[in-house]
């Protein structure tokens, strides 16, 4: 079975092929592509997976290609980690929403927005190019904005394309260690769109526990989330959100953060991985041991400036193991090719399953997996509160992908404008006005 990853000289590759170096089971992947338009940087990482590889009984061959096409003919499964722009780009959109006093994060507000802007159509092109090459694969997008770009994805590839995220995963995991619960063995209730959903439920024996939880003092406070929202938030709530809601519920508090921070998330993650990618430029360089190093510490540093804004200090120990996203692409993987069925919260179309929202929304929700793709589960409604940001969020999406295809410039400021944490239509203008002139991909929005 031939694996593509799109983005194959991305940073997090390798955990993606560690995950397949466990799997020796009939059906399994064989082969992996990876395809990126950084010569240097494929070189740099199928070094790393190369020493992953050694030792390893029948571990998957590697091969790397700057051919789009190359890459995706013959692909049963097409793993999409794209960065348009680069990290740069992402350093951009950071600096240019912060100097407007609104957040820039890469999926969150208007950052959110501007990388939408710029990857949706190279995103799209991508989907066309499989549906005439690969017609038969199916695409698993970690490309972010997530669930946007797979709403895009999805408009050419249908059901074809799955969303993945290791944050609801993360999320569910940390509730369930603190519950005293085996993560595997707890259903998670979980519900909204990627980067912008609650947990409201973990049942264990058909059990929900989570009111035990909210009703625990120390124990809400012994979890990243609980320390990053506060325990009294999250009674109030009745759930537990997402961490990147705390950009919503604190998004003064983070702003600030951001402003004052000696660098942004982005510009962070740029400098440092030009240094793991120029000390890989070395021949001599222990390429595995230079990549552990550099993991460890973005791990540590995940999300800093609203842990500043909070008061909470360093990440725990304990909280630095994320939810996995390249097992939940393992366990996709293997649930469609090998009709393993499985239960995992991902970005899929909606259907009937939250009658907030029309059938071809994307949207973050538990879903039984077979071979015939994902199936969202039925949820209760969402509470209001909920509902004002799911909507207003998915409007702002929707609008995006209008101006995409329009390549209206009007429309890029209606979405600027619409979302919840760009307060005003003169922002929203200079925003378009500033990306426009920086980001070359956004050369399509006319005057």
Excluded at 107 to 126: D, Q, S
Excluded at 334 to 347: C, G
Aim: contains cysteine; proline residues 4%.
């Amino acid at each position: 079975m031939k694996l593509t990853i799109l983005g194959g000289g991305g940073f997090r590759v390798p955990l993606v092929y560690g995950a397949l170096l466990g799997d020796h089971a009939e059906g399994r992947v064989t082969h992996v592509t990876l395809y990126d338009l950084d010569e240097g940087r494929l070189s740099a990482i199928a070094r790393v997976l190369a020493e992953q590889g050694e030792g390893v009984p029948d571990a998957p061959a590697v091969t790397a290609t700057t051919d789009l096409d190359e890459a995706l003919r013959g692909a049963d499964f097409v793993f999409s980690a794209i960065r348009v722009g680069g990290l740069e780009g992402r350093a951009a959109d950071e600096r240019i929403a912060l100097a407007e006093g609104v957040l820039g994060q890469e999926t969150v507000g208007a950052g959110g927005i501007a990388y939408g802007l710029r990857t949706v159509p190279v995103a799209e092109h991508i989907a066309r190019r499989v549906a005439e090459l690969a017609p038969d694969a199916w695409v698993i997008n970690f490309t972010n904005p997530a669930g946007l770009v797979t709403e895009a994805m999805s408009r050419i590839l249908g059901d074809r394309v799955v969303g993945i995220c290791d944050s609801p995963v993360g999320l569910g995991r940390r509730v369930a260690r603190v519950l005293g619960a085996n993560p595997d063995e707890a259903w998670i209730d979980y519900v909204g769109l990627n980067h912008l959903g609650w947990l409201r439920g973990l049942r264990i024996g058909g059990r929900d526990e989570l009111p035990r939880l909210l009703a625990d003092e120390a124990a809400l406070g012994s979890f990243e989330e609980g320390r990053l929202f506060g325990p009294e938030w999250l009674r109030s709530l009745g759930a537990v959100p997402n961490e990147y809601l705390h950009y919503y519920y604190f998004n003064r508090e983070a702003v600030q953060a951001y402003r004052t921070a000696e660098r942004t998330r982005g510009a962070y993650l740029r400098d440092q991985q030009a240094g793991f990618y120029a000390e890989m430029g070395k021949p001599d360089t222990p390429a595995l041991d230079a990549w552990h190093r550099t993991l460890a510490d973005r791990e540590a540093t995940y999300m800093a400036a609203n842990r500043e804004a909070a008061g909470i200090g360093e990440r725990d120990e304990e909280d630095l193991e994320s939810g996995g996203y390249e097992k939940v692409a393992l366990a996709l993987m293997r649930a469609v090719a090998r009709n393993e069925r499985a239960t995992l919260i991902l970005n899929v179309r909606n259907g009937s399953t939250l009658a907030e929202l029309d059938a071809d929304a994307v949207i973050e929700v538990p879903c039984f997996v077979d071979a015939n793709g994902a199936h969202p589960v039925s949820v209760s409604p969402l509470p209001y509160h909920a509902v004002g940001l799911v909507t207003a969020v998915k409007a702002v999406e929707r609008e995006v992908l209008a101006a995409v295809e329009s390549g209206s410039r009007a429309t890029a400021v209606k979405a600027f404008a619409l979302h919840p944490l760009v307060d005003s239509v003169s922002v929203a203008r200079r925003l378009v006005e500033n990306y426009t002139a920086e980001h070359a991909g956004l050369a399509y929005l006319r005057r």
